[in-house]
């Protein structure tokens, strides 16, 4: 079993800055794919960004260029740095782990509690 705990959502202005951080505990050695989710309300749940051990991550159009990934092995965690906001950019960020890389939310065994992102306009 995997758990992931994700933290630092928040409210921000346009504009602002994030940053989201995903701890992993458990049976992480059969993981080899993290991603970040996220869900408005009324809105399915859209891909933000996957990684794939070393590989070059990939993101959603939505956020290229405003949003980066970035990892700390020894923490076992996953930061989203998220830059230029917009309120097109709120609702729950999810963190999720899986056993192959993908941008498809079904693929995702695990999922964390998720953090609530709020962007005013």
């Known amino acids: 079993q995997v758990r992931l705990v994700e933290s630092g959502g928040g409210l921000v202005q346009t504009g602002g800055s994030l940053r989201l951080s995903c701890t992993a505990s458990g049976r992480l050695y059969n993981t080899n794919a993290f991603g970040w989710f996220r869900q408005a309300p009324g809105k399915e749940r859209e891909f933000v960004v996957a990684v794939n051990g070393p590989g070059t991550p990939t993101y959603g159009n939505s956020v290229k260029g405003r949003f980066t990934v970035s990892r700390d092995n020894a923490k076992n965690t996953l930061y989203l740095q998220m830059n230029s906001l917009k309120p097109a950019d709120t609702g729950v960020y999810y963190c999720?782990?899986?056993?192959?890389?993908?941008?498809?939310?079904?693929?995702?065994?695990?999922w964390g509690q998720g953090t609530q992102v709020t962007v005013s306009s």
């Open positions: 999720a782990a899986s056993t192959v890389f993908s941008t498809i939310s079904k693929n995702y065994e695990y």
